[in-house]
Each structure stands twice: as structure tokens, then as C-alpha cells.
């Protein structure tokens, strides 16, 4: 059994090595939210492929893993490219009075607490990165651009479900904080717990917990300050805070995975028709004679 002092060598071993980013490989590494069609394709490849792997996802004949909350104008997905391939990915999904978030299937007690007080929340959900890439820490980049991403959005609350092993990661080193008792995810046939980001404090728990002399890695200058090292990858996204895919693209995506459209109820149905009508047009999403509304 770890002592305290063990345990504190072990984190901070663990927090020394963060920055580490191993880009002797990567080509042109660099950091943007998803916005071409293969770009999203890649990613969904990933995660499909990683979780297939952890047994997380059943075998699919499109090889990618999303939902529909992939699909919302407000949720984001961070991708980490070497020039023109994908290696790992997360995504960001803003809490609606329609769709609400995947957490409510488990944890919809705790987060209607927090919407009820007036918060304002969002959920990390599917990471994944190249398991060929899994050790050069490339997801403490794409956690930089969440973390800058969730204040730009005026985020009050980062939530996120994670397997039971992998909690000390996200308390120790992230400052995650407890947010929900450990309960069987059923989407992914393994246990989860919820953890929570409060963004009001974040900033100062991670100036207060890196401020040790001998840390190599700062993750308060890392996460909070603007200036960066040079050739670092660093995210490029516009001020548009409402973003829909490429058309042809949800097309497909509807197409290969319609179980997604049977899973929503009437009215969050109605809203994607909506929402993507230009591809109803050009083709349909949902079939022929069954457009609802349009925007």
C-alpha cells in the first residue's frame, strides 16, 4: 500500500512528465476544431476503433463511433493532426433544454442540481487517440483548447464520466472533483464515475497545485497563460460559437448509423430536420415524405 509521502512522488512524476509532447514524428503537428468532412471521419474512426478495442463499442459496418449529440451546432470536436491525419480526439458538448447531455443517462440528478442554480455546463466526451500515440501526451494539448474553449463559451461546469481507473488521472493531475457515486454505464457495458470542473475555480486549484518549486510542468502557465513555446501546436478556431456540419456529410452519417434518429424523441428529431433541412433537400436524411419543419 502507497504511503502519502509514495503517493506524492508519484503524482509528481506523473505531472513532470506532462509536457513531454513526443512530436518527433508528427508531421506539421497542429490543433483545430473539426470542419472538413474527412476530418470528422477520422475522428469518428478513432474513437470507433479505440473503444472497439476497450470493448466500449460493438462492431459496426461503418467503422465510426459518434451520436447525436456529434451533430448539435454548439458541440465541437478537437482533433490533433500530423498534416493531414487525425491522431487523437475529444470532444466538447454544451448542455441544451432539448437534448440536455449524454450524462443525464447516469447523472441527471446532479447535473439538473447545477442547472438549477444557473449554471452553465458542458461534458467532454468521446477521447480517444491513436494507440500508436497513446504516450506522447497529445490529449493535454486538445484538454488546453477544451479548457480555453469552455471559458470563450462562458462554461461554468466541465463534466465528464470516466472509467473508475482512470479517476486518479483526472483528480490528481487535471483537479477534477467528485461529482457522482460510481454506477454501470450500460452504453458501454463497463462502470463509470462523474467528475466536475468548476471553470470559476479551476484556474486558481491549478496555480495552487503547481506551485511547487520543483515541478517540471506547470500546468497553471500551460492551461491559463496565452504566450507558448516556440513551434508549439496551438488551436485555431473562429469567434462562431454555432456550428453545423458539411450537409452531405450528416447525410451520411444519418444514413450509415440510422439507429441514432430512432433513439430521439419526436421533438429532438424534428429539430435535427430542421437544423440540417438543406440535406433533407438535396437528399434526405430521414426519408422521403417525412420532413416535419424547416427553419
Known amino acids: 500500500m502507497q504511503t502519502g509521502q ?25 490543433i483545430k476544431i473539426a470542419e472538413e468532412a474527412d476530418e470528422y471521419k477520422q475522428a469518428f474512426r478513432i474513437i470507433y476503433d479505440e473503444y472497439l478495442k476497450e470493448t466500449y463499442a460493438k462492431p459496426h459496418a461503418s467503422k465510426m463511433l459518434y451520436s447525436a449529440y456529434s451533430m448539435l451546432p454548439k458541440s465541437v470536436t478537437f482533433i490533433f493532426k500530423s498534416y493531414l491525419e487525425v491522431l487523437s480526439t475529444v470532444t466538447l458538448v454544451q448542455d441544451t433544454k432539448l437534448f440536455g447531455l449524454p450524462m443525464d443517462s447516469l447523472y441527471k440528478d446532479e447535473i439538473q442540481a447545477l442547472r438549477d442554480s444557473g449554471r452553465k455546463v458542458a461534458e467532454i466526451a468521446n477521447l480517444a487517440t491513436r494507440r500508436v500515440h497513446r504516450w506522447s501526451n497529445l490529449m493535454i494539448y486538445l484538454a488546453r ?5 469552455a471559458l470563450f463559451c462562458k462554461v461554468d461546469d466541465v463534466v465528464i464520466m470516466v472509467n473508475p481507473k482512470h479517476v486518479r488521472f483526472y483528480k490528481d493531475i ?45 500546468l497553471y502557465s500551460f492551461f491559463v497563460k496565452i504566450n507558448h513555446a516556440e513551434n508549439e501546436p496551438e488551436v485555431e478556431y473562429s469567434a462562431e460559437k454555432n456550428r453545423l456540419m458539411d450537409m452531405q456529410l450528416a447525410s451520411e452519417l444519418f444514413d ?24 433533407l433537400f438535396c437528399g434526405g436524411l430521414f426519408g422521403e415524405g417525412e420532413i416535419i419543419g424547416h427553419a
Open 145 to 149: 483548447a477544451l479548457y480555453r474553449y
Open 256 to 279: 450509415a448509423r440510422p439507429d441514432l434518429l430512432r433513439s430521439l424523441n419526436p421533438k429532438q428529431r424534428e429539430y435535427l430536420e430542421v437544423v440540417y433541412h438543406q440535406a
Open 174 to 218: 487535471l483537479l477534477f472533483e467528485d461529482f457522482g457515486e460510481e454506477k454501470h454505464y450500460e452504453a458501454v457495458g463497463a462502470p463509470a464515475v462523474a467528475l466536475r470542473a468548476n471553470m470559476d475555480s479551476f484556474s486558481k486549484s491549478l496555480a495552487g497545485a503547481y506551485a511547487e518549486a520543483d515541478f517540471e510542468t506547470d
Open 6 to 30: 509514495d503517493r506524492r512522488r508519484t503524482i509528481r512524476i506523473r505531472r513532470s512528465s506532462l509536457l513531454q509532447c513526443k512530436l518527433g514524428n508528427i508531421d506539421r503537428p497542429a
